[in-house]
């Protein structure tokens, strides 16, 4: 078999649960909240009279608890299989987060909410999805995991505009029952129908044993002991930082610079576009080139995002370019966690080493927004702020060059 064809075959193999993973990325926790969170802010802060800090901080005690859980919901996708996790935390995020109509007047009661979501959500995000896309494809791996994170650039493009939206025509309340028929209604019924991971016969040789049954891998304990894992874990920590509470208060920076909430939100949909793009030229790079290497100029971009929003009389195209350089990194760097986690570690414990990598992830997205709101109410704007984060874009993409060569599992 030819590599063109091998390559062909795997999509034509994959396809479906490709498919459904893609949507069940778009419409789980990973994104959502996160995409949904800032048209929410001022609302909160109108109405309840909460400060724009203590409403960030609701999205961060979910991160945490989320990316807490990851290495929990890694090892029961290994265990008991992708399809079942996936499935059942689909549902339940969708109604977790559906009982945000419902948030009482106290905050307690609205941390408790977001407490919830993180127990039950995390097994709707790219921890479990990514395992039986990485199953489904080897040659065409970089690739197929642009794709399915393509989700998120869904979710950019779709959910802030929607938000934004069905807040102004019914409300805060009903804008959460909205937002959560996307995983109840759009992702849940197709992923029950499409999605699964391939059997021992319809793996790629590459991923087993000689027999065909045992994956190829290092165990979480062997890959801890290892340099590898900890810069992973270092670049995914300080991008993760910088973007998040970036992409968080997009708009709110926006209008501030003054910028209408309307334009604000179109900057979020190119924002979005762009993550699509980079998702795509990132994986199809990743399939020809070293992983490192393709990533750290596109790492750098976001350092330029940084000092456009700094400047007091952006324009919409300046914020829309800023939009697009931010965008193309984010597609990037979350590409690379499940990528580098399957190329370096294996596949063999994929899920409960996805679950540990993803935890810097989740723990500075979720820490990030809060530390970008307390800024914003200590100074007023969000300047200092974008200072640091444009050093830590420019830190994330160097420190991967030390990775190294991808290892070999195959006995001999």
């Not at 102004?168 to 028929?181: D, H, I, K, N, T």
């Not at 596949?347 to 927004?369: D, Q, W």
Request: charged share 15%; aromatic share 12%.
């Amino acid at each position: 078999m030819t590599g063109g064809e091998s390559r062909a075959s795997e999509f034509a193999r994959g396809w479906k649960a490709l498919l459904a993973a893609t949507l069940g990325v778009a419409c789980g926790a990973s994104p959502v909240p996160f995409n949904a969170i800032g048209a929410f802010l001022g609302p909160f802060n109108k109405e309840l009279g909460w400060s724009f800090r203590n409403v960030s901080l609701g999205i961060t005690l979910f991160g945490v608890t989320a990316a807490c859980l990851a290495p929990l919901y890694g090892s029961w996708a290994d265990r008991y299989g992708v399809r079942r996790v996936a499935l059942l935390s689909l549902a339940a995020f969708g109604v977790a987060f559906a009982a945000f109509a419902l948030t009482p007047a106290s905050l307690p009661g609205f941390y408790a909410l977001w407490l919830l979501l993180g127990l039950v959500g995390i097994g709707s995000t790219p921890v479990t999805w990514s395992r039986a896309v990485n199953l489904w494809f080897v040659r065409r791996r970089g690739l197929a995991l642009g794709i399915l994170l393509m989700g998120t650039s869904l979710t950019v493009i779709v959910v802030p505009p929607l938000t934004v939206y069905a807040i102004r025509e019914l409300g805060w309340r009903p804008a959460f029952v909205v937002l959560s028929m996307l995983p109840l209604l759009v992702a849940l019924p197709i992923a029950y129908f499409l999605f699964r991971e391939p059997t021992a016969a319809e793996r790629p040789r590459e991923l087993s044993t000689a027999d065909g049954h045992a994956l190829l891998g290092e165990s979480l304990r062997v890959a801890m002991r290892g340099r590898r894992f900890w810069i992973i874990f270092a670049s995914i920590l300080v991008v993760a930082f910088a973007y998040g509470g970036a992409h968080v208060h997009m708009v709110e920076m926006l209008g501030l610079k003054g910028l209408a909430r309307e334009d604000a939100a179109k900057v979020m949909g190119v924002l979005g576009a762009s993550i699509f793009v980079g998702r795509i030229a990132t994986g199809l790079l990743l399939d020809r080139y070293w992983a490192p290497l393709v990533t750290l100029p596109i790492l750098c971009l976001p350092a330029v995002s940084c000092w456009l929003l700094s400047d007091d009389s952006i324009t919409m195209a300046t914020a829309s370019a800023a939009g697009i350089f931010l965008g193309f990194a984010a597609g990037a760097e979350t590409d690379l966690i499940a990528y580098l986690a399957g190329r370096y570690f294996g596949m063999a414990h994929y899920g409960k080493i996805y679950g540990s990598l993803y935890m810097p992830f989740g723990i500075a997205s979720a820490v990030s927004p809060a530390v970008y709101g307390w800024v914003r109410d200590s100074t007023g704007n969000y300047d200092a702020m974008l200072g640091v984060a444009a050093v830590m874009f420019v830190a994330g993409g160097l420190v991967l060059l030390a990775l190294g060569r991808y290892p070999d599992f195959r006995p001999g």
